[in-house]
Each structure stands twice: as C-alpha cells, then as structure tokens.
Nanobody
Framework: QVQLVESGGGLVQAGGSLRLSCVVSGRTVSLYAMGWFRQAPGKEREFVATITRSGGDTYYADSVKGRFTISRDNAKNTVYLQMNSLKPEDTAVYYC??????????????WGRGTPVTVSS
C-alpha cells in the first residue's frame, strides 16, 4: 500500500520560509516522478513543483519559480519543498503527489492528505 505523508506546514509571516516534507512508503521515490500541488480556499488544486524520476529535472509553476525548491532524499524516501520569500497568496493546503510515470503529468497516481500553510501579511 502506497502512503504519502506530508508535514512541515504551519503559520508564517510574509517573507518567511518553511520546508515541507513528504515521506513515502510502499514505493521507492527514486523510481517515480514526485511533485507538490496546492489548493487555496475556494480555488482548484494547482501544480507547484515536480522532480522527474531521474532527479535530473525540476519544474515549477511561474508563481513560485525562484522562491521554491523541490528536492528528494532517496535514502530517506522523502521529498521536500523548500519555500522561501513566502507571500500571503501562497496560503493553501499543500499536497504531495507521486506519478508512476517518469514525469508528473496532470493526474498523479497517488496523493497525500495535505499539510496547511498560512502566510500572514
């Protein structure tokens, strides 16, 4: 059984930083594309960042490019999202996702339950 468990969310002031973690069980993260999505109140879930199966490529939504960094620790089977220079518009529930393909695509195969991030102005 595949499980993705996020942690690291919380309340932070604008300009601050948070690091989200996603611990994966049941699958080896180095074999799959991993990603982060978010859903703000009243909005649809949107793509944030992804790292390809090879780990050689990362992609980001324009809204977070230059501020967020996705990474992976294969030994810990964990994916991270380092978020710097946070803005109030980054407030959302952040979800970790796993795709059985080499790249993320729009429909991951597995989702975590999410961790909330609130950025105060």
């Amino acid at each position: 059984q595949v499980q993705l468990v996020e942690s690291g969310g919380g309340l932070v002031q604008a300009g601050g930083s948070l690091r989200l973690s996603c611990v994966v069980s049941g699958r080896t993260v180095s074999l799959y594309a991993m990603g982060w999505f978010r859903q703000a109140p009243g909005k649809e879930r949107e793509f944030v960042a992804t790292i390809t199966r090879s780990g050689g490529d990362t992609y980001y939504a324009d809204s977070v490019k230059g501020r967020f960094t996705i990474s992976r620790d294969n030994a810990k089977n964990t994916v991270y999202l380092q978020m710097n220079s946070l803005k109030p518009e980054d407030t959302a529930v952040y979800y970790c996702a796993l795709s059985l393909s080499a790249t993320m695509g729009t429909k991951p195969d597995y989702w975590g339950r999410g961790t909330p991030v609130t950025v105060s102005s």
